[in-house]
């Protein structure tokens, strides 16, 4: 008779696979909505972009499977607790103290619901507290570039609910240009194609 071997249940996959009911921009009107699925994962993909544009170009040593892989997880504490909007995370000092202390106990959370012998493993990649600065680094410019390009997109469609959008996060990329070389990199040569219809993409 063969012996049966009960594994208790993760909640962690169930946890993650919620990320695209998570709506992003709540308090904006938006031409194409936007989840927080659709966002981690373009988050990988111009983290990744990055961190290869980095080793190529400016000399770094960045392991780019794993920056992208710590972005596809840098969200992980919304599926606790939803997304919090910047007017609101941000409001002042001590709200965003706050709420930082909610996302890293949500992100304690995630991390166990993992069955315990995996933890270690995740432990870096899902709690931010204890992601590897320069790795850190990347991911928040990916961030911020996805969600700038978004305002564009939005300004596009003449959403003009974007407009501050684009000006606070213009703001934020010219100062990371200096500090990023790859982010000046990506911008002169990712930017302008990402605003170009289907037609203009086949043309170019």
């Known amino acids: 008779m063969a012996t049966e071997h009960k594994t208790t249940q993760s909640t962690f996959l169930a946890w993650m696979f919620r990320m695209p009911l ?19 994962h373009q988050v990988a993909i111009v ?29 992980a504490s919304e599926t606790r607790y939803g997304d919090i909007v910047s007017p609101t995370k941000y409001a002042n000092k001590e709200i965003a103290r706050e709420f930082k202390k909610i996302e890293t106990l949500a992100e304690q959370e ?10 270690e493993l995740f432990s870096d990649i899902i709690v931010q507290d204890h992601v590897d600065t320069e790795y850190k680094k990347i991911v928040k410019a990916a961030d911020i570039l996805v969600a700038y390009i978004k ?38 040569t990712f930017l302008k194609a990402c ?8 043309k170019l």
């Open 22 to 40: 998570i709506k992003r921009w709540a308090l904006m009107f938006c031409v194409k909505p936007e989840n927080v699925a659709e966002h981690s």
């Open 47 to 75: 983290a990744h972009l990055l961190a290869i544009i980095k080793n190529k170009k400016f000399n770094g040593n960045i392991n780019a499977d794993r920056v992208a892989t710590i972005a596809l997880y840098h969200e």
């Open 110 to 119: 995630c991390l166990a619901s993992l069955p315990e012998e995996f933890q």
């Open 195 to 202: 605003s170009s219809t289907v037609d203009k993409l086949a």
């Open 151 to 188: 305002a564009l997109d939005e300004l596009n469609h003449h959403n003009h609910e974007f407009d501050h959008v684009e000006e606070r996060l213009g703001n934020k990329l010219d100062i990371m240009k200096s500090e990023m070389p790859e982010v000046d990199y990506f911008l002169n």
